[in-house]
C-alpha cells in the first residue's frame, strides 16, 4: 500500500455539515460586485474561524441569486474563497444565499451558530 503523507492530518471523526438558507434586504441599493466581495469575505471568514476553533475545513461553498440578473458561486477550502459569478449586474436591494459547510472538529450546532453570526455581521450596512 502506499503511503500518503499528505492525507495523514485529515480527521478520523465525521464531519459536521450545516445547509442553511438566508434571505437579506439591503437598506440601500448595493452594486453588484459589492455583493460579490462580501460573498467572498464572508467565505474567507467562515473558514478562518472554523481553523482559528481548531476545525478542518472540508469546504464552505454559497450560492447566491437575486432577480433579475444576479448569480454567484463562491467557495472556500480554507484558503482565500474562488468565485464564480455567473451573471452580476446593476444593484441588488438583497438578494437569498445558500450556505453549506462540511467541518471536522467541531459540532453541527456551532458550526450553525457561528456561520449564521458572521453572516449576519459581514451583510452590507446602509451607508456602507
Known sequence: MTRRPHLD????EAPAICSDAFAVEFARDV???EVVAWLRTFATRAAADARARGGFVGHIKLYAEAEPAFACWV???GGAASVLVRH???ALRGCRVAVTAIVFRTTVDVLRAEIGRLF????PRPGA
Open 9 to 12: 492530518a485529515l480527521p478520523d
Open 31 to 33: 452594486p453588484a460586485d
Open 75 to 77: 467557495a472556500s477550502t
Open 88 to 90: 452580476a449586474a446593476g
Open 120 to 123: 449576519h455581521e459581514s451583510a
